[in-house]
């Protein structure tokens, strides 16, 4: 079956630079959209954006001049890195795959790696 | 973006019971709205696609109607598994979800 697996930090100082790594087994890059979403108490669910195996992104609009969506499909991992983070930006971190037809559903989680930016 | 309203934002229901939640989206989304399911600690799990299509392996008990900006999240003879938070989630524009049900055990 489809698993994800979130790696990276799980400390990120403030002004510093968060990377995550997703790593994708049981389906094709080819088959999805690969994305990143966050959670936090105060703001919900954020979709932040994501990208085809091409390498095309969207990013969400707020987020767009810090966030970086990169794919690898040879190595089946795609990551995210976001600049400048703040306490904002403390969440827990997921990534997913997103249905390219139908209703755009995210249908495919990792199980989640929270991030707190603390100094 | 656009903007998704959940109501109720909790409830307290026992088993066997008939929960409805419902989202309104701020614009016309047509039938681009999914609905999750999340447990506590755990990442959404996929359950209504296309506003009304079951994902595979989800109880039937579980459906989804709707289209443009009102769409309803239904589940019938709740069981002690589904006591759990609901999110809606739009893709007919920038991604966004609703801010959750929470469904708990009366």
Partial sequence: ?119 | DIRLTQSPSSLSASVGDTVTITCRASQSIGNSLNWYQQKSGRAPKLLIFGASSLQSGVPSRFSGSGSGTDFTLTISSLQPDDFATYYCQQSYAIITFGAGTNVEIK
Avoid: N
């Fill in chain 1, 1 to 119: 079956q489809v698993q994800l697996q979130e790696s990276g930090p799980g400390l990120v100082k403030p002004s510093e630079t968060l990377s995550l790594t997703c790593s994708v087994s049981g389906a094709s890059m080819f088959d999805y959209f690969w994305a990143w979403i966050r959670q936090t108490p105060g703001k919900g669910l954020e979709w932040v954006g994501d990208i085809s195996y091409t390498g095309s992104v969207s990013y969400k609009p707020s987020a767009r001049s810090r966030v970086t969506i990169s794919v690898d499909t040879s190595m089946k991992l795609f990551s995210l890195t976001l600049k400048s983070v703040t306490a904002a930006d403390t969440a827990v971190y997921y990534c997913a795959s997103r249905a390219t037809s139908g209703g755009g559903q995210l249908e495919h989680w990792g199980q989640g790696t929270l991030v707190t930016v603390s100094s």
